[in-house]
């Protein structure tokens, strides 16, 4: 992580410690009953689910993370920076409003969204393309037509949420965006997912703040996920957002990482996708060009544009 860092002061960056998540932050997309509960483990090693440990500082990291992504919303919001990427542990996007869930405690992206909401923003866009599926970030705005939840995942996978099928609630409904993909996805079914359905249905929905669910564990060599995604796809898919974020927003872009479990492969996915921020200009977006079909790509791209009918009319 220094050495990212380091790289994102020599362009020009800037590298800022997070502060905590104030309570009144987190209640905007946790109950009162879960935050107390997160809040009690302080000091004390337990677990809250079977795959969900804490140790005695977790909710301090936790209420750090959390607090990172509103801090990046408020300096891309005020101007301050073009675009901001929060560096975070624990990851967020499983994290339901009551209770904590797949290495997750708080839902970051989530509390983020929600932020750049009360600062005055009317559409806030949030693209997950972490290997599984958000859960938690789906559910807290699932009726809510002014947050677009945007994911790509590996299905059938856990979580086990995230069919094509659940497309929003109520007035949400057509604000959730599915696009769940088979096993073995490599970076020509991305790429198509990205072209036919992801950027053109974040210009149909015009945000004020693009968010994104920055998950890299859907690399080759990633040991939880079974996507094969190169490197390379990760820097194609953060110019495909970047481009798309200056088109509709004047660029506001927030990226929080979510999981990742292959350290290298992390380390160099990160990095790809942090040079492609990083840069003063917008480059076009490299996708490594392959010759595979992405049969993939197209099965999810079809159910979706079943699911959501005439939404979106991409
Ligand atoms: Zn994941």
């Given at each position: 992580m220094e050495v990212v860092a380091d790289r994102w002061r020599g362009s020009g960056g800037e590298v800022v410690a997070p502060r905590p998540a104030t309570t009144e932050q987190l209640l905007r997309v946790h109950d009162l009953s879960h935050i107390r509960r997160i809040d009690e483990t302080a000091g004390i090693a337990t677990s809250l689910d079977p795959d969900t440990f804490t140790s005695p500082e977790t909710v301090e990291a936790a209420r750090l993370a959390a607090g990172a992504v509103v801090d990046a919303v408020e300096r891309v919001w005020d101007g301050r920076h073009a675009r901001a990427f929060?560096?975070?542990?624990?990851?967020?996007?499983?994290?339901?409003r009551d209770r904590a869930m797949g290495f997750c405690f708080f839902n970051n992206v989530a509390v983020g969204a929600a932020h750049a909401r009360a600062l005055g923003a009317s559409r806030v866009a949030i693209v997950d393309y972490d290997v599984h599926h958000g859960n938690g970030t789906q559910h807290i705005f699932e009726?809510?037509?002014?947050v677009l939840y945007v994911s790509l995942h590996q299905s059938?996978?856990?979580?086990?949420t995230g069919d094509?099928?659940?497309?929003?609630?109520?007035?949400?409904?057509?604000?959730t965006v599915n696009l769940p993909l088979a096993v073995g996805a490599v970076d020509e079914d991305y790429h198509l997912v990205f072209a036919e359905m992801v950027v053109p249905v974040l210009r149909r929905f015009a945000p004020d703040l693009l968010l994104v669910s920055a998950?890299?564990?859907?690399?080759?060599?990633?040991?939880?996920?079974?996507m094969r995604l190169t490197t390379a796809a990760f820097g194609a898919m953060t110019a495909e957002l970047r481009l798309v974020a200056e088109e509709?927003?004047?660029?506001r872009l927030v990226a929080v990482t979510e999981g990742g479990y292959d350290l290298r492969a992390l380390g160099e996915s990160l990095e790809s996708a942090m040079e492609t921020l990083a840069g003063e200009r917008a480059g076009s977006a490299r996708w490594?060009?392959?010759?595979?079909?992405p049969s993939r790509g197209r099965a999810s791209v079809t159910e979706a544009r079943r699911a959501l009918g005439s939404v979106w009319t991409v």
């Open positions: 929060a560096l975070v542990r624990p990851p967020g996007h499983h994290a339901e009726d809510d037509p002014a059938p996978f856990y979580p086990g094509a099928d659940e497309i929003g609630a109520g007035p949400g409904r057509g604000y998950g890299f564990d859907a690399h080759e060599r990633d040991p939880l996920g079974g509709c927003c004047g660029g490594p060009s392959g010759s595979v079909a």
